[in-house]
């Protein structure tokens, strides 16, 4: 309590010649070369029979390219076509795919193995992270600080080593390797029990607190980067696990394409997660200075510093 | 990726007399003596002119009970009848009140100071605490390990000293204080800026990745514990933070009453986060031994060990 009241007092008797930036006034502020322009050919869209519209960005390697490469297939062969939203469940995920499983699945589609799940941090991946950490050191240093802040911020993450971001993805790292993390949006493939792993036609996304637990369990292999609304806010299945009980209920998908195939797509971008900016936008997030707050929060989770994604200009 | 090779390998040499059980099979396992009744006159009974039903349990001592009481004193009232839901923002908030910002409310409201946001872990919680850390000791000691679990679980919380449980609810510790956490369904109190602290007439509940920069920075009062879908299903906003643009997209509350006014309202319980039975389902939730996965996560955050809570028996 004491510390509280004397960050607080400290507060009150520092000038503030203007107020400290919010994360997305750090975002929007970013220098266009902080920006990464995200291919056509890396998006998925979903259109559904209510005309709503919903993209997903696909993983770039080393993540999941297997089950990356099924979907490419999927939807070239356009198999999603007539399939439907079969499952709502609150605070976890909203589902998609054949819902009678009797569909015929396209011949070439590769079998992927579980140890698919996790990727080295290779020496490429390792000059990036220390590259990365150089770039977080300055900015932490020269940080606007509108109250003593004497600790480190805190990324501290229960589920691995180390959590943080990589080329403009949310991955953890540990025992020697690194994977993609379960946070809101993320797209996964659905599978049976092990050892199956899902091709790819079976997918979801997290419209909850982020399931890490699904970390290492479950293939990523993408999020949604616009109209995630479109499925966060369809009424929650009833049945077990949030699956609609009467096929009326489902929700029909008229096509799902390569993000090519769509003309007037607009082109979407990510601030680089290897950005200074990107840097800048983390450190608000976990100490939060714009007026609103009146105790930074000293750390942040990593599904709390999700990358911006918007329109390109 | 060789530890993880080897944990496969080791979990496929290993016997398994029985599967382990799920947590919600640990949740239904539980003896009726680890659940605890919630008492009608601590529940905020939300009814939408849609007809459907939403039920918040109110915090109890020491936290935030002078919202509580001003609560208990605009349900008493009937101030919210005939007000709305005017937000709802993706991955974030639904919120509720006077869309007109001009209705009188009770004179007899507290002001609640800011330091109300944080309570000194006194001698009985101290004593809680210490109990309950012999219990979890125990439980972990004695668990069922599916796989060689060598390392401890992993509950480290980057935005506090120790993210916890107590007397169930979400609690985090630090500076010498407690405080409760923003959880997915936890209810708070919208405010203007600092110093105002908000009187309670405008709420809001988080339907997104816990938002946990706002620990401490407002005030949490309860957490929906039934029909949290009527709230977290309906339309996104298209206004400035997810606010409806026009008045007939906002939801028309019938009424909010204390729960031992309504008639018929079932009774609930939740799982004392005391008891062995919780020390055994967060224990799975942080390493899931089910069927179902193959690499256990080895920790969890402290949101992604909801209370169980159920109607009663």
Request: contains cysteine.
């Given at each position: 309590?004491?510390?509280?009241?004397?960050?607080?007092?400290?507060a009150?008797?520092t000038?503030?010649?203007?107020?400290?930036?919010?994360?997305?006034?750090?975002?929007?502020?970013a220098?266009?070369?902080?920006?990464?322009?995200i291919?056509?050919?890396?998006?998925?869209?979903?259109?559904?029979?209510?005309?709503?519209r919903?993209?997903?960005?696909?993983?770039?390697?080393?993540?999941?390219?297997?089950?990356?490469?099924?979907?490419?297939?999927?939807?070239?062969?356009k198999?999603?076509?007539?399939?439907?939203?079969?499952?709502?469940?609150?605070?976890?995920?909203?589902?998609w795919?054949?819902?009678?499983?009797?569909?015929?699945?396209?011949?070439?589609?590769?079998?992927?193995?579980?140890?698919?799940?996790?990727?080295?941090?290779?020496?490429?991946?390792?000059?990036?992270?220390?590259?990365?950490?150089?770039?977080?050191?300055?900015?932490?240093?020269t940080?606007p600080?509108?109250?003593?802040e004497t600790?480190p911020?805190?990324?501290?993450?229960?589920?691995?080593?180390?959590?943080?971001h990589?080329i403009?993805?949310?991955?953890?790292?540990?025992?020697?390797?690194?994977?993609?993390?379960?946070?809101y949006?993320?797209?996964?493939?659905?599978?049976?029990?092990?050892?199956?792993?899902?091709?790819?036609?079976?997918?979801?996304?997290?419209?909850?607190?982020a399931?890490?637990?699904?970390?290492?369990?479950?293939?990523?292999?993408?999020r949604?980067?616009?109209?995630?609304?479109?499925?966060?806010?369809?009424?929650?299945?009833?049945?077990?696990?949030?699956?609609?009980?009467?096929?009326?209920?489902?929700?029909?998908?008229?096509?799902i394409?390569?993000?090519?195939?769509i003309?007037?797509?607009?082109?979407?971008?990510?601030?680089?997660?290897?950005?200074?900016?990107?840097?800048?936008?983390?450190?608000?997030?976990?100490?939060?200075?714009?007026?609103?707050?009146?105790?930074?929060a000293?750390?942040?989770?990593i599904?709390?510093i999700?990358?911006?994604?918007?329109?390109?200009?």
């Amino acid at each position: 309590m004491k510390t509280l009241l004397m960050l607080a007092a400290a507060a009150a008797a520092t000038p503030a010649p203007k107020a400290a930036l919010a994360p997305s006034e750090i975002v929007a502020a970013a220098p266009k070369g902080d920006w990464v322009a995200i291919a056509a050919s890396d998006l998925l869209v979903m259109d559904l029979a209510s005309g709503k519209r919903v993209v997903i960005q696909l993983m770039p390697p080393p993540f999941s390219q297997g089950w990356v490469g099924n979907i490419r297939k999927l939807a070239a062969a356009k198999w999603w076509d007539g399939t439907s939203i079969n499952r709502v469940q609150d605070n976890y995920v909203v589902q998609w795919g054949d819902a009678t499983e009797k569909k015929a699945l396209p011949a070439d589609l590769l079998t992927v193995l579980q140890n698919q799940y996790v990727f080295p941090a290779d020496q490429r991946i390792m000059r990036i992270l220390s590259d990365k950490q150089r770039i977080v050191t300055r900015v932490v240093a020269t940080r606007p600080a509108r109250i003593n802040e004497t600790r480190p911020i805190r990324m501290s993450d229960p589920y691995s080593a180390v959590g943080g971001h990589l080329i403009g993805w949310p991955i953890a790292t540990g025992d020697g390797g690194i994977w993609p993390v379960h946070c809101y949006g993320m797209v996964g493939v659905g599978r049976d029990m092990p050892p199956d792993t899902g091709t790819g036609a079976e997918l979801y996304t997290v419209i909850g607190h982020a399931p890490r637990h699904l970390d290492r369990n479950i293939a990523l292999v993408g999020r949604v980067i616009s109209g995630i609304e479109n499925l966060s806010s369809l009424p929650r299945g009833t049945g077990p696990l949030g699956f609609y009980e009467k096929p009326e209920q489902r929700v029909t998908i008229m096509s799902i394409r390569i993000g090519s195939e769509i003309k007037d797509l607009p082109r979407f971008e990510y601030l680089s997660t290897e950005s200074a900016s990107f840097a800048a936008y983390a450190d608000a997030r976990a100490n939060r200075r714009d007026p609103f707050f009146i105790v930074p929060a000293g750390g942040a989770d990593i599904c709390n510093i999700p990358v911006p994604v918007r329109v390109a200009k």
